[in-house]
Antibody, heavy 120, light 108 residues
């Protein structure tokens, strides 16, 4: 069974940092591009970042460029999102999602998400 | 950047009825890169439709997608109780991979 499990969320003060992780299982992780998507409380979905299978292609949403860094460790079947200089508007559930067809691909499946709360 | 606008914001229907959800793009997009997702409260989004009209694995055939250019539609032929949820369209043909703001399908 394909499974994605996020972790690393929590309460952090404005200006702080967190590292989110996404553990993948049930498929050959190194063959797939991956994405992070976030959802603020009561709001819609916002794509955050994309990384190709080899890490050669990386994209970010303008809202996080320069503050967030996506990375992966194919040997550990893991995806990461380093989030720095956190702001209140970064408060959201962060989902990882697999891209079955490369860089320009639907997102399937999604993890259950990890909540990041930015507050003093 | 492609902006997706979904309508209506909320759709109130009864089980057994037909639902038609709209997604309009700010510029013409390839139908190969348009997807629909379903999200129920407290759950992660689930892929329903990709490439405008292809159903994802395990998705019932009461769900169908259509459209081209700037106008795309998700149709649910006969609503089941479990279909009442929020639906998002997405364009993934180029970065940024934009989502629509969502349509909430509620029980009338």
């Amino acid at each position: 069974e394909v499974q994605l499990v996020e972790s690393g969320g929590g309460l952090v003060q404005p200006g702080g940092s967190l590292r989110l992780s996404c553990a993948a299982s049930g498929f050959t992780f190194s063959s797939y591009s991956m994405n992070w998507v976030r959802q603020a409380p009561g709001k819609g979905l916002e794509w955050v970042s994309h990384i190709s299978s080899s890490s050669k292609t990386i994209y970010y949403a303008d809202s996080v460029k320069g503050r967030f860094t996506i990375s992966r460790d194919n040997a550990k079947n893991s995806l990461y999102l380093q989030i720095n200089s956190l702001r209140a508007e970064d408060t959201a559930v962060y989902y990882c999602a697999r891209a079955p067809s490369g860089t320009y691909s639907r997102f399937d499946p999604w993890g259950q998400g990890t909540l990041v709360t930015v507050s003093s | 950047e492609i902006v997706l606008t979904q309508s209506p914001g909320t759709l109130s229907l009864s089980p057994g009825e037909r639902a038609t959800l709209s997604c309009r793009a700010s510029q013409s997009v390839s139908s190969s890169y348009l997807a629909w997702y379903q999200q129920t409260p407290g759950q992660a989004p689930r892929l329903l439709i990709y490439g405008t009209s292809s159903r994802a694995s395990g998705i019932p055939d009461r769900f169908s997608g259509s459209g081209s250019g700037t106008d795309f539609t998700l149709t649910i032929s006969r609503l089941e109780p479990e279909d009442f949820a929020v639906y998002y369209c997405q364009h993934y043909g180029n970065s940024p991979y934009s989502f629509g703001q969502g349509t909430k399908l509620e029980i009338k």
